[in-house]
């Protein structure tokens, strides 16, 4: 097994980049990982870029940033955003998770810019790497009960794909204790639709 494993999470300001970090980095180190996170903001308030490195290793701590061209997975909430990680961190080893629902920033609300064609962009993942694997979390989130719950989604299709090598038990004890009460039992659903969704992938009938 690869060591360390580079994880990066790409995505804009309110799609919970930092609750699926904790998550991630809980759950890493619940099964003996060694962690080292890292963010970085654009805009982070709402629409603006925001990027969370996560580093595991059984035998060091490393640096909080991934070198560029080091990811070994790329989780991208946004598919401009999972783009532009896949560009700077990407390789043909890369493993890429990609929501395809664009989230529009002001420029295109406002119409003064022009957002990237949806298939350019995927066809892009797919031109860096031969492992592109399209989630439509936000769309599983909404059948769970709340589009916001996108998140917890992709983290359900992470453990689904058994990138990581953390079993489903440990995420979903994690999301039990960092999540609220209140809203537990949605982030569980969404949880277990993204695993399935992996699997579904993984395993066609």
């Known amino acids: 097994m690869k060591d360390p494993i580079n994880l990066l999470i790409a995505g804009v ?3 919970g980049n930092i609750l699926v970090s904790e998550i ?3 759950a890493a180190a619940a099964v003996g990982y060694k962690v ?8 982070s308030q709402r629409g603006g870029s925001v990027s969370s490195h996560i580093r595991l290793s059984r035998k060091s ?3 909080p940033i991934i070198p560029a061209g080091c990811a070994d997975v790329i989780i991208g909430f946004e598919p401009v955003e999972a783009a532009r990680a896949a560009m700077e961190f990407g390789s043909p080893g890369v493993k890429i998770i990609v929501n395809p629902r664009p989230v529009y920033p002001v420029g295109v609300l406002m119409g003064k810019d022009n957002y990237p064609d949806i298939d350019k962009l995927l066809g892009k993942l797919k031109d860096i790497s031969a492992q592109v694997y399209i989630i439509e979390s936000t ?7 709340n589009p916001v719950m996108q998140n ?7 453990a689904g794909f058994n990138h990581l090598f ?3 038990e440990t995420f979903v004890r994690i999301i039990s204790q960092v999540v609220p009460e209140k809203v537990l039992d949605l982030n569980k659903t969404a949880f277990s639709m993204g695993y399935n969704a992996a699997q579904e992938l993984i395993n066609p009938e």
Do not use: N
């Open 13 to 15: 300001g309110g799609q």
């Open 24 to 26: 991630l980095a809980k």
């Open 36 to 43: 080292t996170v890292g963010e970085s903001y654009g805009m």
């Open 61 to 63: 701590i490393y640096g």
């Open 139 to 145: 769309e599983i989130a909404s059948r769970a009960g």
């Open 152 to 158: 917890i989604v992709m983290v359900g299709a992470l």
């Open 166 to 168: 953390i079993p489903r």
